[in-house]
């Protein structure tokens, strides 16, 4: 089997086919800690793509409530529990990939969903851990803190798909010019190995065209330099499309190489199952550690502390202000006397957005005198 | 009628097995010599029967069939390439075949207690294929030919007599589904149709409007599996609570596919065998090895 480099593995590893990494990666940086789960992301891209007969339980994008929360149940940790623990050597990843823990006669280490596991995307919703001694499905827990985090999740667009690597027809492909993984709507047949091998279980199965579809990256606006819908409609503005440089071509002047490579604030999902994932998240800054690791790899610690620290960093603080301040794709970025200012390919500024509203303090006095009454308190609303 | 049994042994390291193995080798060597005792060293086992005045390929029940010896070929589980079958959920095959000179057809009966017909999430249909090689002689190798060694495939699926009748989809696989608006309810028929991108597309998979349960293919190895957009081939399966029986037939002309099925020169067969339930589908199949295919000379 062909050996390919796995950055954020920090080593090679196994992969069915020869490493082939598009010209730029698409890729969607998630703040964690700022969605409400609102959905506006989850409706945005239903309403666009998979409102069809057949598409009924489809959610390309979802946002589930971590750890109780799965789509389709329980996906992460069934996948979890047949990789079986493994372990980080420091940044690198000591353990088993996907491809590298196959079965015999597998080319992927595969969970397939029940029918009714698509059923509940919302089951666990805004469940915290609660006491460990109550907590309503596991029996050990791993601590006895209240937490519970919003997880946005779409299809990962991995640079080492499983589902690329599962399918027999060849029938799912990863474009050069930036990435997205798309499959080919005439050559599918059905089989549903993709469903299988995806850890992420982000391919679905039309139940009307009996062939898989999958995030699609919103290819249509990518192409015309726009940002997803999930991107444009979060209320939240925690996401950002972007795209990822090659590993030895980091530019940090590009917003996804600037948090990922050099600021190292936003981290992939599960990077010991080998994929390469590219959408990156800032971890929750209140869960507990060891929980984050086993989720986004050795670089939690790290992560929260330079977030923590954003307030005192004018320039991670400006790229974060840019987060859904515009439909564009945002080239480059710069933070200048408390400015921050996203630019597009040609360099034309396409954003600025100051790190510091103005603000006007109205006068005590000012506001009582002018309504002739006496000074007792500021007035509104008359 | 001759009934003639070779065994899975056989069938394993039967013509045309794959790897370093040759075909011509083993037509000498292994399968032809244990065929059924009243067959001669050296003829095939499956022999399509002449029969004039009609051919009945939409009707396994025919009294026709009983004009053909049968034959019962084993299968084994598909293990030879990744995504493989781990275990086989049924044994064998019993296929009859007839022609008339026009028309070649084959009947195929196996056992499955459950009728799958229709896909959804992780839910596979019951299926079954012919595959022929396209020139006569040595055929090609077992995994569906291979690149300059075209096989000829002939596909049965449950679901596909289903959208003959109109019950596939949502509305059957979960009969009490309460749809929201759709696409075509609010859209005209041709932007709404792009909602169904597989069928916008021109998978001949996601098309419900079918003539035919038998879609005919021509492959030239594992993953090649190429659909020809032709119609001719013609049939029909029914299940009688514990076998399926199928039967289709195809013009022996094959034009435009391979050479025509002519009796004098020698060909093989094979087939695959798909248990819905079991979550067979694509390679995850069963398969019965190459075995020598006899046209019955016109009486």
């Known amino acids: 089997m062909p050996r390919v480099s796995n950055w954020q593995l920090g080593r090679d590893m196994e992969y069915p086919y020869e490493g082939s990494r598009p010209k ?107 006491d460990a001694d109550t907590v ?76 898989s579809e999958k995030c699609i990256g919103c290819y249509p606006k990518l192409e015309q330099g ?38 190292r604030i936003a981290l992939p999902l599960y990077p010991q199952l080998g994929l390469e994932p590219n959408v990156y998240y800032v971890p929750p800054v209140h869960v507990p550690v060891d929980y984050l690791t086993q989720m986004f790899g050795p670089g939690v610690e790290q992560a929260i502390a330079t977030y923590r620290n954003a307030k005192d960093d004018p320039e991670l603080l400006g790229l974060l202000m840019l ?15 408390g400015v921050a200012r996203g630019y597009d390919e040609e360099g034309k500024e396409i954003v600025a957005v100051p790190l510091r509203e103005p603000t006007f303090v109205r006068p005590l006095e000012f506001a009582t005198e002018l309504a002739g009454e006496p000074a007792t308190g500021f007035r509104h609303n008359t | 009628m001759s009934e003639k049994t070779i065994t899975r042994r056989d069938a394993l390291l ?51 069939w009983d004009d053909a010896p049968e034959a019962t070929v084993p299968l084994a589980a598909q293990q030879v390439a990744p995504p493989r079958l781990p275990y086989a959920g049924v044994a064998d095959l019993r296929v009859r075949a007839l022609h008339d000179g026009e028309t070649v057809a084959f009947r195929l009966q196996w056992e499955d207690a459950e009728v799958s017909d229709l896909d959804g999430v992780h839910r596979f249909h019951d299926a079954v294929a012919v595959m022929l090689p396209t020139r006569a002689g040595t055929p090609p190798a077992i995994t569906m030919g291979a690149a300059g060694s075209p096989t000829h495939i002939l596909q049965w699926r449950a679901t596909w007599e289903r959208d003959l009748a109109g019950k596939t989809g949502v509305d059957q696989l979960y009969p009490r589904v309460v749809h929201d608006v759709m696409p075509d309810d609010v859209l ?80 093989s067969v094979a087939f695959a065998v798909w248990i819905g339930e079991q979550a067979n589908r694509g390679g995850r199949k069963h398969y019965a090895n190459w075995v020598p295919f006899r046209l019955a000379a016109r009486a």
């Open chain 1, 226 to 263: 726009l940002q997803t819908q999930c991107t444009t409609a979060c209320i939240g503005r925690l996401r950002l499309t972007n795209y990822l440089s090659r590993p030895d071509e980091i530019d940090p002047r590009k917003p996804a190489d600037y948090l990922v490579h050099v600021k």
């Open chain 1, 24 to 130: 730029r990666q698409f890729c969607m940086i998630m703040d964690t800690n700022k969605c409400i789960a609102c959905q506006s992301c989850t409706i945005a891209c239903k309403s666009t793509w998979t409102w069809g007969k057949g598409q009924e339980y489809m959610l390309w994008n979802n946002i589930e409530t971590k750890p109780f929360g799965f789509y389709p149940t329980g996906w992460d940790v069934n996948v979890l529990d047949r990789l079986s623990e493994q372990s980080w050597d420091g940044d690198t990843y000591a353990g088993k990939t996907l491809f590298e823990a196959a079965p015999d006669g597998e080319r992927v280490l595969g969970w397939t969903p029940d029918e009714e596991d698509w059923n509940y995307p919302n089951i666990g919703e805004d469940e915290p851990t609660g």
């Open chain 2, 188 to 267: 005209p028929p041709a932007t709404a149709r792009l909602y169904w991108v597989g069928r916008a597309a021109g998978n001949p998979l996601s098309q419900k409007e079918r003539t035919t349960p038998i879609e005919q293919i021509v492959a030239e190895g594992f993953g090649t599996t190429t659909h020809l957009p032709r119609d001719d081939a013609r049939g029909h399966g029914v299940h009688d609570g514990s076998s399926w029986t199928v039967a289709l037939g195809f013009p022996s002309r094959r034009e435009g596919i391979g050479a025509p099925l002519d009796p004098g020169l020698t060909w």
């Open chain 1, 136 to 211: 309503p499905y596991l029996e050990d827990a791993p601590h006895s803190m209240m937490w519970m985090y919003y997880l946005q999740r779409i299809c990962n667009h991995c640079t080492y798909p499983a589902c690329v690597a599962a399918c027999p027809r060849e029938a799912i492909y990863k474009r050069p010019e930036d990435g997205v993984v798309l499959v080919d709507q005439e050559r599918c047949r059905g089989y549903q190995e993709c469903l299988t091998a995806c850890p992420y279980k982000k391919t679905m199965f039309n139940l009307e065209t009996r062939v």
């Open chain 1, 323 to 337: 987060f859904g301040s515009t439909e564009r794709i945002i080239d480059t970025f710069d933070v200048k006397d």
């Open chain 2, 14 to 64: 039967g013509a045309g097995a794959i790897g370093a193995v040759g075909a011509g080798a083993l037509a000498g060597a292994g399968v032809i010599g244990l065929v059924g005792s009243e067959e001669p060293a050296g003829e095939p086992v499956v022999v399509a029967a002449f029969r004039s005045g009609g051919i009945p390929v939409e009707d396994p029940a025919a009294a026709a």
